[in-house]
């Protein structure tokens, strides 16, 4: 029941997260250091990470992006945990990110199983599950990516899916350098 309680009560505030992302008091905008950023999440991923022996790197130089904080954590946060979740035992996942014109783009790649090109299209949509077979096993709730699309397009970013199956997948975000909530 405990394990219930506390699987609905992630569900609820996934869904908050996901409706509080187009409400404007939530676009507090700072500048937000990439490397520490990514460090700071490994560190809160590091058990996961350490159980299936799964290492990172992060080539991020001295970026920053300029948003709000808390999301910008989340995004980046669901994406190495999903590349954490799904990723091949002893595996790598690579992060990196590059100053594009008048962007920032970030790509979170993994080498597990790949998405296939059916699901692609629909990966971002709220409470779609790839393979609703393992559901349960790897966790979750189904919002992840949804909430991290809505937070990228917060930022008046864009988020891309690459993927081929076998060959792991790459998510590429890009950010404004200076958005206007």
């Not at 008091?25 to 996961?48: G, T, Y």
Request: proline fraction near 3%; glycine fraction near 8%.
């Amino acid at each position: 029941m405990l394990y219930s309680v506390d699987r609905l009560s992630r569900i609820v505030d996934d869904l908050l997260l996901l409706a509080s992302a187009g409400d404007s008091a939530s676009h507090d905008k700072e500048e937000v250091m990439l490397e520490p950023l990514f460090e700071a999440i490994q560190s809160e991923l590091v058990f996961q990470m350490g159980e299936r022996c799964i290492t990172c790197t992060a080539a991020c130089g001295e970026l920053t992006v300029t948003g709000n904080p808390a999301f910008l954590y989340r995004i980046f946060f669901n994406l190495m945990e999903n590349a954490c979740k799904y990723g091949h035992d002893g595996g790598h996942i690579w992060i990196e990110a590059a100053r594009q014109e008048n962007r920032v783009s970030v790509s979170v790649k993994d080498d597990g199983p790949g998405i296939s090109s059916e699901h692609l299209p629909y990966i971002f949509d709220a409470f779609y599950r790839v393979d609703k077979s393992h559901s349960r096993e790897i966790g979750g709730t189904g919002l992840g990516l949804a909430i991290t699309r809505n937070a990228v397009l917060m930022h008046r970013g864009a988020i891309k899916a690459y993927s081929t199956e076998g060959e792991g997948t790459i998510f590429t975000v890009r950010i404004p350098l200076n958005y206007i909530a």
